[in-house]
């Protein structure tokens, strides 16, 4: 497909420039079929960017976007979505040139009906019968399925919709008359689902105005409701059971079909055994807690998704008062940055620092980001965490909505809300209101904030267990928790106390001399996060352990842990990986088969932390028992690296995480290589990329700070200091 569709770049230069707006466009679903992850992400970004209104769930969308052409395809991904819908009609060749299917042959038609099949065949055709659907397979179906074009959309006569069986053998050869093509906006959605062809969203961005359906057409059918779809199934005729070496027999007793014979038996059996327990697969219990977070949460303020009779929304527009555009003549615009006149989308592209004139702003969209992350929003996630790390990297206070459009990654939600926020009394967003007043997400929140407990989890515990406090998950779920989780619960007050710089200081000295005493004096201990960013507080203690001499760095993590827990220092030890010295301390192949392999696939220990200096430590109290320990229990994250990678993993431990997540992107879409902390690679070869000059003894780095700086230098990138890297 053309550039302007898969890249991100480009696309959204295209779009501005032409002005597309896909706003009066019902929900779109993206479908990821035969696309990558990055180009998925792209025309996301490009539908976002044109005002679309875009969902996770197909089951929302009256519109789905993909990269097919076929019919069968089209009904495959749907019956595999579990959509319930009939065909409306059958396909015609203006659905992106695909042939329209044959139902039923012409000479099937004429042809005499079938004998009565004999018992064995009259069964088996029975069970066909009983389970057919209208125009939808049962996820049984769909759960066999190879995911081929040919056998996704083919089946039995018995099992067509009622639309499809032809009334006549005449068939009416002469073309159906033209209609015109209407444009997308006057298009019937209602109850309808339509699978459009992604050249639709190319050929709109490049002529600048969204086009017709029906050359684009794939698919469209009927959505059902659940008791539409799942019909009572008629009776079959009676059979007479006979054989040739028994006389026949009146029975007064009323004549059943197979299948009620089958049903009786099946009755009688269930009287005479145990109830079986209910199993629910993970992917029915996720699409569960994903239905019942949705039906929360749609159509409230903070929320992207929208119910299916509610997709059409009017074009919000930014009013501006004859004062307010006297006062934009008065007081121009400031010089954008140069970031800003070239468009540099990538946030480790330009400096973000600790502290931004649009502070207050930013931290109402960092609750709604938070909102969207806890419903599942993946889409409104990567969008605001872009448009998070733009707004506080503009050095100046934001005067009009016209100026956030300038910025990358900011489009015409992100100018609402700042409108909104602007005229608001209080400087709040209703949204945020919203959200702070909604009893489900309090609890989604109280349930994230414990350690070791994310977004996806969180939502379990609360449509699934039905839990709504820390009591119900020691009460009636303490078994069931990991460890990490136990742990969380039980400190979960300690855990939630920031850390000052001074304690994250003494940690580090004590983790520091405990390494040097197990090795030697040449090992660095470096304090990375949000400490090294210039945060007044962390929530977390971050350390990366070093040492010149490469061998020194093989299974450091678990000499380190021992030492400190032989003093005290470590109550409890969560995680212990030794993942990159099982690998030779090598950078992570580019294929990896490692589960879980992400941005971290060091050697690392997460442990909790309590320090042992304390008044009257050795005492007893007034009962007679050792006096408690009152400080508070803390998060310490202890990695390893060896020294010809520490640069890759001192930037990556070091900077916020948009700008860990760009560097990735950067990597990837301009240099081609693969960024991780324990390296980079090319992507093409596999071959590792020495960026810290590693290979030639001549040209080692002195210390771990000039390697990071070579990191950027080799990327060609501006070197960011650690706070300038606070994207949030």
């Known amino acids: 497909m053309a550039d302007s569709v898969k890249g991100t770049s480009s696309g959204h230069d295209e779009i501005k420039a032409m002005g597309l707006d896909l706003s009066n466009l019902p929900a779109i679903y993206v479908l990821p079929t035969h696309l990558s992850l990055d180009d998925l992400h792209g025309i996301e970004h490009q539908l976002t960017e044109s005002g679309a209104s875009l969902t996770y769930d197909i089951r929302e969308a009256s519109l789905i976007l993909g990269s097919i052409s076929k019919p069968r395809r089209a009904k495959f991904e749907l019956q595999a979505a579990k959509v319930l819908f009939e065909d409306i009609s059958p396909p015609g060749p203006s659905n992106g040139g695909a042939e329209p299917e044959s139902i039923v042959d012409e000479a099937e038609v004429d042809a005499p009906s079938r004998k009565r099949p004999r018992l064995e065949e009259s069964e088996t055709q029975s069970t066909t019968d009983d389970s057919a659907s209208i125009g939808h397979h049962d996820s049984s179906t769909t759960g066999s399925d190879t995911g081929s074009e040919t056998d996704a959309g083919a089946g039995p006569l018995s099992q067509l919709s009622v639309s499809q069986v032809p009334t006549s053998p005449t068939v009416d050869s002469s073309p159906p008359p033209e209609e015109p093509l209407l444009p997308p906006i006057q298009a019937n959605f209602e109850n309808r689902i339509k699978v459009i062809n992604l050249a639709w969203l190319e050929d709109s961005i490049r002529l600048g105005a969204p086009q017709g359906f029906e050359t684009y057409l794939v698919y469209e059918a009927q959505v059902l409701s659940p008791k539409t779809a799942s019909p009572t199934p008629e009776p079959l005729a009676a059979t007479t059971i006979q054989t040739s070496s028994s006389p026949k027999v009146e029975n007064s007793q009323p004549k059943l079909s197979p299948v009620e014979n089958i049903l009786e038996r099946a009755k009688a059996d269930a009287k005479s055994k145990p109830k079986p327990r209910a199993y629910f697969s993970k992917a029915f219990k996720r699409d569960r807690i994903s239905d019942a977070a949705k039906r929360d949460f749609t159509g409230r303020s903070f929320s992207s998704t929208t119910s299916q009779n509610a997709h059409f929304h009017p074009p919000h527009l930014l009013h501006q008062t004859t004062s307010e555009h006297e006062e934009g003549i008065s007081n121009p615009l400031p010089p954008m940055p140069d970031w800003v006149i070239q468009n540099k989308i990538y946030s480790c592209q330009r400096a973000t620092p600790l502290t931004s004139p649009n502070d207050s702003f930013i931290a109402q969209l960092k609750e709604i980001k938070l909102a969207r992350l806890l419903t599942n929003d993946e889409i409104g996630v990567r969008a605001y965490s872009t448009s998070i790390a733009s707004l506080a990297a503009y050095p100046y206070a934001i005067q009009s909505a016209s100026e956030i459009l300038a910025l990358p990654g900011c489009d015409h939600k992100i100018a609402r809300l700042f409108h909104e926020w602007q005229i608001s009394p209080d400087h709040r967003i209703q949204g945020v209101r919203d959200i702070e007043n909604d009893s489900a997400l309090k609890c989604l929140r109280l349930f994230y904030d414990i350690w070791g ?53 003494h940690i580090a000295n004590i983790v520091k001399r405990h390494a040097r005493k197990v090795v030697d004096k040449r090992i660095e201990c470096i304090i990375v996060g949000g400490y090294r960013r210039g945060n007044p507080e962390s929530g977390d203690v971050d350390l990366i352990l070093s040492h010149p001499d490469q061998s020194a760095t093989a299974g450091l993590v678990d000499k380190v842990v021992r030492s400190l827990e032989e003093e005290g220092w470590i109550t409890h030890t969560l995680i212990l990986n030794l993942t990159n010295t099982k690998r030779g301390q090598e950078t992570l192949p580019y294929i990896s088969n490692t589960k879980g392999a992400g941005f971290d696939t060091l050697d690392k220990a997460l442990v909790v932390w309590q320090d042992q200096t304390y008044p009257g430590k050795g005492r007893i109290d007034e009962h007679g028992k050792p006096m408690k320990n009152p400080n508070p229990h803390r998060r310490v994250d202890i990695i390893i690296s060896p020294w010809r990678t520490v640069g890759c993993a001192v930037a990556g431990w070091t900077s916020g995480i948009t700008f860990q997540r760009d560097l990735r992107r950067y990597a990837k879409k301009v240099k081609g290589w693969k960024f991780d902390s324990s390296g980079v690679r090319e992507r093409g070869t596999g071959k590792w990329v020495d960026l810290e000059g590693w290979t030639d003894p001549q040209t080692r780095c002195k210390d771990w700070k000039e390697a990071e700086r070579r990191v950027f230098e080799r990327m060609e990138l501006e070197f960011r200091e650690p706070w300038d890297r606070c994207t949030g």
């Open 453 to 505: 407990v994310g977004a996806t989890t969180a939502r379990e515990f609360y449509y699934d267990k039905q839990w709504r406090d820390l009591d119900d998950l020691v009460e009636f779920g303490w078994n069931s928790l990991t460890r990490v989780q136990q742990i969380g619960v039980k400190y979960y007050e300690e855990f939630l106390l920031k850390i000052p710089r001074a304690e994250v200081e």
